[in-house]
C-alpha cells in the first residue's frame, strides 16, 4: 500500500485544509504522485465534475482547490461523502459526487456503515493509485460524543493506518492546552497514530515560543514538526472562514480615482460564496461580506450569493430587514446581482416542493422571473458568452427559470438564454463566471458607472488563474520553508513511529472500542 497521512486539527478552521493543499504542493513539486483526500465534508461550498458520461457529480470545493495543488483535475473520489445543510437539523448527503438523500441526527446513524464504507474503499483505491494520499479530517478528533462510528479522523487513521498530525491555531489562542487536549482524550489506540503537530498562523518572535514547543514535546512525546507564521495571502478557498464583517483577501490600491465597493450579503446557509473571491483579486474593489442593512445600502454593488435552502434564507433576509436595503440599493439605481439562489430571491415567485416544501411564495420582485424547483438538481459545467465575453462556469441548483420575459444576462453555447438582466439589476444560476477574466472586467465596467463611480478603473491585467496559482505556490513555499518536511516524508513513507507514549487520562470511560 503507498505512503498517507492524516491532516486532523483541535477545532473547525484551525488550518487542516490549508496545510493539506500545502503537503500536497510541496510533494507535487517534488514529483510525487500525490491526491487528496476527504472522506466526509460538510460544507456548502461545492465544486462540479462532469465524467465521460455527461453526468455530473459534487464534492468539496477545498478538495478541488486541494486537486489543483497536485495538479490534478477534481475528482469525486477526492471527497466521496460531501454533506450538504439545509437547516440546523439535516443535511442533502452526496455520496461520490451523487445526491443519495437527506439525514437528520436521527437517521444519520442508519446511513453511517454505508458511508463509511464506501469512504474506506475509495480510499483503498486512491492508495493504489497514487504514490501519497493526503488525507484532511474535520473539525477535532476530539469531539469524544462523535468518535463512536467516527469515519473522517481517527476512525479513518485505524482503518488505513495512517499517521496523524494534528493542527492548531495559535491566533485563538491556548494553542498548547488543545494540542495537549486533543491527544489525550484519545484512545490508546488512537494515540499510537498521533505523530506530531504544527502550529499554524503564528505572528511575532519565534524564539519567545520556543519553550512551549519543548514542553509540549516533552509533555505528550510527540514532536512539533514545524511553525506556520500567519500569511496574508492565504484566503483563497477558506471554508471556514466566511465571517460576518469580514474583507476578503488583501485590496489592491485602485489603478483609478476611486475604489468600488462590494457588499456580499451573509446568508445562514450560503453557498458557493467564493464566487466573490474573483472580484477581490481585482485591484481597487473592496469585497465584504455583511449582515449590516447600511453596508448594504452604502455599497456601490451588492451581491446576493448562493443558498443551500433559498426559501428560508429569504425568510431570513426579511427578518432582519435586508429586504428593505436590498430594495433601496437598487431603487437608487445602483447595482444589485444575485447568483444562483441569490438570482431566485431576486424573482417574482418561487415554487418550492423540493428543498422547503412550503410551495408558493413571494420573491424580492426585482426581477420579472418566476421560479420553479425541479426533484434533480441541475449539475453541469457550460461555457457561452455574456456581455460579449467568453464565459465558462458550473451549475448546482434544483430551481430554474419558469416564466419570465427578460434579458438574458449570458447564453449557453447553443445559444440558450441564461439568467436575467433588467436594469441595474442581474442574475444568474452560473457560479465562476467572475473567473473569466475579461467577462469580470466588462461587468466591473458596468457596475462602477451603475453606482457612479467615473474614477473606478479596472485592472487590464489580472488574471484570476494565476492568483489561484500563486496562492497555492504560497501554501507549498510556506511547508517548505517552515516544517520538517523530512519528518513528515518519513510518517507519510513508514507510517507512525512504534514508541509513542500514551498520555492520560485517554478517551472517557464508557465509549464503544473499535
Excluded at 460544507?43 to 489543483?68: C, F, H, K, T, W
Excluded at 483577501?249 to 450560503?270: D, K, Q
Excluded at 423540493?354 to 441541475?378: H, M, Q, Y
Amino acid at each position: 500500500m503507498t505512503g498517507g497521512l492524516l491532516v486532523a486539527g483541535t477545532t473547525s478552521d484551525a488550518g487542516k485544509s490549508v496545510l493539506t493543499a500545502g503537503i500536497c504542493r510541496w510533494l507535487h513539486r517534488r514529483g510525487v504522485r500525490v491526491a487528496p483526500f476527504k472522506a466526509q465534508n460538510m460544507s456548502n461550498n461545492s465544486a462540479v465534475v462532469v465524467g465521460p458520461d455527461g453526468r455530473g457529480g459534487e464534492l468539496g470545493r477545498a478538495q478541488a482547490m486541494q486537486a489543483a495543488a497536485c495538479g490534478l483535475a477534481p475528482e469525486v473520489r477526492f471527497n466521496p461523502v460531501l454533506l450538504k445543510p439545509g437547516s440546523d437539523r439535516s443535511s442533502q448527503v452526496v455520496l461520490l459526487g451523487e445526491v443519495v438523500g437527506t439525514v437528520t441526527a436521527r437517521n444519520y446513524r442508519a446511513m453511517r456503515e454505508r458511508l463509511a464504507e464506501t469512504a474506506f474503499e475509495t480510499l483503498a483505491g486512491l492508495r493504489k493509485d497514487f504514490d501519497a494520499v493526503i488525507c484532511e479530517g474535520a473539525g477535532s478528533p476530539a469531539e469524544i460524543n462523535l468518535r463512536d462510528g467516527d469515519f473522517v479522523n481517527m476512525g479513518l487513521a485505524r482503518a488505513a493506518g495512517l499517521p496523524a498530525i494534528v493542527v492548531g491555531d495559535i491566533d485563538r489562542g491556548g494553542v498548547f492546552a488543545a494540542l495537549f487536549g486533543t491527544v489525550a482524550l484519545l484512545s490508546p489506540e488512537d494515540q499510537a497514530l498521533v505523530s506530531g503537530f504544527v502550529i499554524n498562523k503564528f505572528r511575532g518572535d519565534l524564539g519567545l515560543l520556543q519553550p512551549g514547543l519543548d514542553m509540549i514535546t516533552a509533555t505528550t512525546g510527540r514532536p512539533v514538526h514545524g511553525v506556520l507564521p500567519f500569511h496574508p495571502d492565504v484566503w483563497l478557498d477558506a471554508e471556514d472562514s466566511l465571517a460576518y464583517g469580514r474583507t476578503l483577501g488583501r485590496p489592491a490600491a485602485p489603478r483609478g480615482r476611486e475604489w468600488l465597493r462590494v457588499a456580499v450579503v451573509r446568508l445562514p446557509r450560503i453557498s458557493n460564496a467564493t464566487d466573490a473571491e474573483a472580484l477581490a483579486a481585482e485591484p481597487g474593489v473592496r469585497v465584504h461580506l455583511t449582515v449590516e442593512p447600511g453596508d448594504i445600502v452604502d455599497a456601490d454593488l451588492v451581491v446576493l450569493p448562493g443558498s443551500k435552502a433559498t426559501v428560508s434564507d429569504l425568510g431570513w433576509l426579511r427578518e432582519q430587514g435586508l429586504d428593505q436595503a436590498i430594495r433601496q440599493h437598487a431603487a437608487a439605481g445602483k447595482p444589485l446581482l444575485g447568483i444562483c439562489g441569490g438570482f431566485q430571491m431576486l424573482a417574482r415567485s418561487i415554487d418550492d416542493e423540493v428543498e422547503s416544501g412550503v410551495g408558493t411564495v413571494d420573491g424580492l420582485g426585482l426581477l420579472p422571473v418566476d421560479i420553479a424547483f425541479a426533484a434533480r438538481k441541475t449539475l453541469a459545467r457550460p461555457a457561452g458568452d455574456g456581455l460579449g465575453a467568453p464565459v465558462r462556469g458550473y451549475e448546482i441548483h434544483h430551481g430554474y427559470v419558469l416564466a419570465g420575459d427578460v434579458e438574458p444576462l449570458l447564453h449557453y453555447a447553443d445559444g440558450r438564454p441564461e439568467g436575467a438582466v433588467a436594469g441595474n439589476v442581474f442574475g444568474t444560476h452560473w457560479h465562476g463566471t467572475f473567473e473569466n477574466d475579461e467577462f469580470r472586467r466588462r461587468f466591473l465596467v458596468e457596475a462602477a458607472r451603475l453606482a457612479g463611480r467615473h474614477g473606478f478603473t479596472v485592472a487590464p491585467d489580472t488574471r484570476f488563474a494565476a492568483v489561484r496559482e500563486r496562492a497555492l505556490d504560497v501554501l507549498g513555499d510556506l511547508v517548505e520553508e517552515h516544517l520538517d518536511t523530512a519528518a513528515l516524508w518519513r510518517l507519510i513513507e513508514q507510517g507512525p513511529p512504534v514508541d509513542l507514549p500514551f498520555v492520560p487520562p485517554g478517551a472517557p470511560s464508557g465509549r464503544v472500542s473499535e
